[in-house]
């Protein structure tokens, strides 16, 4: 069993001897920009809606009823349309500009690791940028897409009529980029696992790829299903953008 520590001062340690470090994150490091997490106390699974929430991002729920996605995705523009990235994304992309930090596997959809200005992120649950009708695979940007939600209840294609669908990776679909997400696991000395209960298969087994030391950034309950708690090196069960802001003090990154 690895021994594990709480330390700031040994992240630090770690991080200045990463020759290749790669970052899993997931909802929790856009908390603070103002986007709720899934699983959290205030996590959108915990909100009660006249159906069960965890089926929003369920494709045979969209096919039977897609009006309940749109009604959560159109909170979710609206939101994105206000947000900025947070510390935790403006330190990630300040480390990949340093030359340690070879590329983020991310499960989020708002695009702020890309908005800091993080160049290598694998979107594994795909993103909101791109939209294609179910019925033809007509593709739609992201303005006229945006245009057509809050319009319409439902956006239809304006070829055949089927309903149009954002690029997102929903439960029972196939993820995206895997391949180059175990790549950079397999090749990864660091990983850091940022804001992620890793409850969520095969995002969450990812981690078990890397052969290099593991730090685990998360408030809360990780799951131990896809990580062995052994495994882990340092666990921090505490606030990301404090948590970097300390990392930070030591490490002084120009953070953009
Ligand atoms: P979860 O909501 O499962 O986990 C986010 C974790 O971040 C929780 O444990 C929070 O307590 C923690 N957290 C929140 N704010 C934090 C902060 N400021 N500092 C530190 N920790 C914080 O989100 P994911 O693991 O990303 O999939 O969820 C994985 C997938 O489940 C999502 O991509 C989504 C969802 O269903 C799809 O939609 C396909």
Redesign the pocket.
Known sequence: MKKQGTSVMNCVNLLREAQSVAVL????????AGIP?????N???RRQYDVDP?R??DIDFFLEAPSFFYRFHREFLTALEKITP?Y?HRFLAALERDGKLKGIVT???DALHQQAGSQSVLE??GGVWSSRCISCGQSYDYKTSYKMTMAEEVPHCCGCGGVIKPN????GEA?MHLNECQSLMHKADLLLV???????AP??ILPSLCKGSIIV??????SPAYLAPDRIDIRID??????FQELNTELQLGIQ
């Open positions: 994150s997931g909802a929790g490091v856009s908390t603070s997490d899934f699983r959290g106390p996590g959108i699974y965890e929003i991002f947070t935790t499960q989020n959809i594994i649950h997102i990776v929903f439960f993820v940022l804001g992620s209960s890793l409850t969520v995002a969450a950034v998360n408030k809360g309950y990780v505490g606030d990301l953008d404090e948590f």
